[in-house]
């Protein structure tokens, strides 16, 4: 194996809980994230040849798995702009003010949440991933949780 097959090894070895988890808000649940996952890894490590270094390997193999989990979702129709990936929580009913609050953001601004939050990704992979600006995601993400803390606060003075 040459070297970037080990890098994308090493990868899908050190974040596979990472990925499973945010591909499970795109695809609807864990078990389908796996295989989403697992194609994703397999179609990297395939086309490793045409990653040039222009970014991260990370930023580039999520490219590929969320579009994967994409194709996954749609079977067979026409796949999304990652931009507009419909996301949400998996188990909506552990929290249903959150999941609800989640559904009110736009689907990019729900992406970039769970890119941060449930895949850990820091705010330069996140850009790569969604192929915008830093600062747009670290606008995007401050939105977002000024949108759900207004939200969640609301939820709660009419509980």
């Known amino acids: 194996m040459d070297e ?7 990868l899908y070895r050190g974040r596979y809980v990472g990925f499973r988890n945010a ?3 795109v695809s609807g649940d864990y078990e389908s994230a796996r295989d989403a996952v697992q194609e994703g890894f397999a179609r990297a490590f395939r086309s490793r040849a045409q990653f040039r270094g222009e970014g991260s ?3 580039w193999v999520w490219r590929i798995v969320l579009r994967a989990a994409l194709e996954q979702r749609k079977s ?3 796949v999304l702009p990652l931009g507009e990936v419909e996301a949400g929580l998996v188990e909506p009913e552990r929290d249903p003010a959150l999941a609800e609050s989640l559904l009110e953001l736009s689907p990019r ?8 939050y449930f895949a850990d990704l820091d705010y330069a992979t ?10 747009t995601v670290a606008a995007t993400l401050a939105q977002a949780r000024t949108a759900l803390a207004q939200r969640l606060i609301r939820e709660e003075v009419q509980s």
């Open 57 to 59: 390997l990370e930023g």
């Open 23 to 25: 591909v499970a808000t």
């Open 4 to 10: 970037l097959g080990e890098e994308i090894e090493r």
């Open 109 to 116: 601004r729900r992406l970039m949440v769970f890119l941060r």
């Open 76 to 78: 067979g129709a026409a």
């Open 126 to 135: 996140i850009a790569e991933v969604c192929e915008v600006d830093e600062g």
